[in-house]
């Protein structure tokens, strides 16, 4: 993409910038002024100068991503698509800057306006999910060559390389190549403590060339030595940090340079007295037609950098194929999966769920071009590669499988990256237990609602001899604490597959699909019309009479649910069993479903975890089987017999409330 448009002074431009961040700053009497005003003049010179979007198409596919990943500058971004002229973001949404049901949130939240790429705030998180974005660019260029060749650019500060999640993503980013990744370094030397120099002694360029990246000093309020920095940036075919040494609160004549200025509103006067010192002479949330004109202008390239590239859509002969990709459909799924299922019922394979994943992942991802695969380093464990799914390597993106290192949190921010960019759909895996590593992203997904697909196994006791640091005993119920996640925890190949099914069609959460490393017998023998796993939890198996005991288990306790059933049903016993793979898709069904699989009689719950979080489906008086504290190193046999975890226990646990 060339650049056409130069302007050759943005400090205006950047003033209105920083005018709008104090005082929206000052009337929501909250709020973050600092780093919008120190970073103002980079980010006008970054738009001016080289962004490309498209405010009336913003989910035109090669726009440039900006991520504001010091999300506390909120301000910057809503100011900047303001001026950038989003129809979403008038001024009244400025003036409503962290009201209630504005769009304008104390920190930028995906989906509550255009051009949010991403919602930020957790410190590195947003830095890690820009690695995600660009991984997208390059898997893109590979496939769609001169469609795709967008840039993702990162504002960072120096909370954000400080998070240790920032090594994973520098590590990753510079390995992998990412060129166009630019992480511009709000280097203000200011947290909210104080002096950087209270906290941390490290040499940032130091760290960043060690991992592979271009680096360049920046005078932060010098616009030629800024458009200097990120020219040559954009030609470096490394990643680039541009340390853009900076005042923090720029034009706030007393504060300025201050941690005073961080996270508070700079009062009347001392917003009087920066309107003076910056020469800006406009009232509160007024900005002059000549600015408004000159950042228009950005749109105006971009409108027109986008219908060129519509043009060259239009008669590239990879438009079918990038329209279809773009779309994600799943409809190729349905069949091969009916095949595929058809032939589970057939040959009743008895695996670990771990390995029915990989199976239906070899249909999945023959189906769906869309699908990106990786493991943070467990791929032989996870088994999340599926035939034929060739490795990523940096030199060549052609590939549809990623090898995220051990990186369970840069991993899954990345993921969350490559979701957002809507270029592909992103699976990874790692053991269930190191889910806590991956927490704050699997989080930020539920809340931006992204689908992204978090393969998780070895989900219990089960996993052996590796013992309690591998064994996840509460992570199950963590997991089910996170609104707006599915956990999927099937019980056999047949539920996998139906898992899988699910996780590609849900389009507005993300999936956890927490599986055993041990081999499990089919308990589903028949292929049903409907998807039961989708319905969270069914009878699995029925009794004639009245019930008089319904057991409830997940994943790998199915069996053993089973089992006991058929002790309860030697003596005469009325027992039902209902397997509940997802607790979340449950609550989702008709209250008088939910009645009819749970029943009234009394129930006994059966997991290798907590019981926290089976109040979804047991009552006081119910009974639970399961672990009460951490595991043990042992075979697997010796430790469900160990932990009281079998089907004696469970057909005791029954007659006690019969
Ligand atoms: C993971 C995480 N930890 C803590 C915070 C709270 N917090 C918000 S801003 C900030 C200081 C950040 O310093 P810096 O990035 O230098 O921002 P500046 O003060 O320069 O604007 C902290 C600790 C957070 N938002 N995210
Ligand atoms: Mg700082």
């Known amino acids: ?56 198409h913003d989910k035109w596919p090669n726009r440039d991503r ?23 973001m008038p001024m009244e949404q400025l003036r409503r800057f962290r009201q209630m049901g504005s769009r304008t949130a104390g920190h930028p939240e995906y989906g509550h ?103 360049r000093s920046v005078d932060g309020h010098d616009v030629e030595d800024i458009a200097a920095a990120l020219d040559e940036a954009r030609r470096d075919p490394r990643p680039s940090l541009l340390a853009c040494r900076t005042i923090i609160g720029f034009g706030a004549p007393n504060k300025q340079g201050s941690h005073d200025v961080h996270g508070a509103p700079l009062g009347n006067a001392e917003i009087a007295a920066a ?39 239009a008669v590239s002969d990879k438009k079918a194929d990038f329209t279809a990709h773009l779309q994600q459909d799943i409809t190729p799924l349905n069949k091969a999966m009916a095949a595929y299922k058809a032939k589970l019922a057939i040959d009743l394979p008895k695996v670990a769920t771990r390995k ?26 996870n088994l999340t590669q599926s035939k034929g799914q060739t490795s990523v390597t940096p030199a060549d993106f052609s590939g549809r499988y990623l090898h995220y290192g051990i990186r369970e949190f840069g991993m899954s921010a990345a993921m969350n990256g490559i979701a957002l960019s809507g270029l592909f759909r992103p699976y990874g895996g790692t053991f269930l237990v190191f889910a806590d590593y991956a ?91 409907e998807n039961l796993t989708a319905k969270g939890a069914y009878v699995l198996r029925d009794c004639d009479g009245p019930r008089q005991v319904t057991l409830i288990a997940s994943g790998s306790e199915v069996e053993i649910a089973m089992q006991a059933a058929d002790q309860l049903a030697a003596k005469g016993i009325s027992v039902a069993v209902v397997s509940a793979p997802s607790f979340e898709c449950f609550a989702k069904q008709p209250a008088a479903y939910r009645d009819a699989v749970l029943g009234d009689a009394p129930r006994v719950g059966v997991e290798a975890a907590i019981r926290m979080s089976w109040d979804m489906v047991l009552r006081q008086d119910d009974g639970f089987v399961g672990m009460t504290g951490f595991g043990a190193s042992a075979p697997i046999d010796a430790l469900y017999d160990h932990f009281g975890i079998t089907a004696k226990a469970v057909a005791e646990a029954a007659m006690t409330r019969l």
Not at 4 to 23: F, G, V
Not at 279 to 304: Q, T
Not at 455 to 479: F, K, N, R, Y
Not at 510 to 517: E, G, H, K, T
Request: glycine letters at 8%.
């Open 356 to 381: 029915a994943s990989q199976m239906a992942l070899d249909v999945v991802n023959a189906a769906l071009p869309f699908s990106i695969g990786g493991s943070a380093d467990l791929t032989g464990s």
């Open 66 to 88: 900006f991520v504001l990943s010091a999300g506390h500058g909120s301000m910057l971004l809503y100011a900047i698509n303001h001026l950038l002229g989003y129809d979403d």
């Open 439 to 529: 927490r704050p992203a699997i989080r930020l997904a539920a809340l931006m609602q992204v689908p992204t697909i978090f393969v998780m196994t070895h989900d219990s006791i089960g996993l052996g001899e590796d013992g309690p640091t591998h064994q996840p005993v509460e992570t199950l119920a963590s997991l089910r604490a996170i609104p707006n996640l599915t956990v999927i925890r099937p019980c056999d190949a047949m539920e996998t597959a139906e898992a899988w099914e699910i996780a590609m069609a849900t389009r507005t959460s993300p999936v956890v699909l927490a599986l055993s490393r041990q081999g499990l017998p089919a308990l589903r023998t028949s292929v049903s019309a």
């Open 1 to 56: 993409m060339t650049i056409t448009m130069k302007s050759a002074d943005e400090r205006p431009m950047a003033n209105a910038i920083r005018a709008l961040a104090m005082d929206a700053v000052q009337a929501a009497n909250s709020g973050h002024p600092g780093m919008p005003m120190g970073m103002a003049d980079v980010a006008a010179v970054l738009f001016n100068r080289y962004i490309m979007l498209d405010p009336a």
């Open 113 to 215: 306006a255009k051009g949010i790429e991403v919602t930020t705030g957790p410190l590195g998180q947003g830095l890690a999910t820009a690695v995600g974005m660009a991984i997208s660019q390059r898997l893109a260029e590979a496939r769609f060559a001169e469609l795709i060749d967008y840039f993702t650019y990162v504002i960072a500060g120096d909370g954000c390389l400080m998070e240790g999640i920032s090594h994973e993503a520098i590590d990753m980013a510079g390995h992998m190549r990412l060129g166009h990744l630019v992480v511009m370094w709000d280097d203000n030397r200011i947290t909210i403590d104080g002096d950087t120099n209270l906290s941390t002694s490290t040499d940032q360029k130091t760290r960043f060339a060690a991992a592979g990246w271009h680096v």
């Open 275 to 313: 309107r003076v010192q910056l020469g800006w002479d406009h009232p509160a949330f007024e900005i002059p037609d000549e600015v408004y004109a000159a950042w228009n202008k950005i749109a105006e390239r971009g409108s027109d950098a986008r219908a060129t590239w519509d043009a060259s859509l």
